[in-house]
């Protein structure tokens, strides 16, 4: 039975990290969200513009409910549709 509190804080590190991650990512998609709002991505890229708000409600969503890989997904896919509608917007530089 020695085993079992190495175990639990093995357990409690890993979901600490993945959360951390988690807030990064959301962080990082809030950002990307702004700088295409503020580049008029909402006119100039809708489709994009809309999924990147979309994509960030839900992973603050997943957030909330202590889901920190769904979070980070969302997240991810928040980031990707800002960016391109950034650079519809001409606000993106690749």
């Not at 702004?34 to 994509?55: D, F």
Request: proline share 3%; with cysteine.
């Amino acid at each position: 039975m020695k085993w079992r509190p190495i175990a639990i804080g093995i357990l409690l590190c890993a979901g600490l990290l993945s959360g951390c991650a988690s807030s990064r990512a959301i962080r990082q998609a809030q950002d990307a969200f702004g700088n295409a709002k503020q580049a008029g991505a909402e006119t100039k890229a809708p489709y994009n513009y809309y999924a990147a708000e979309a994509y960030l409600g839900l992973a603050e969503y997943e957030w909330g409910e202590v889901d920190p890989v769904g979070a980070e997904t969302f997240a991810g896919q928040s980031r990707a549709h800002s960016e391109k509608a950034l650079q519809k917007a001409g606000g993106g530089g690749k």
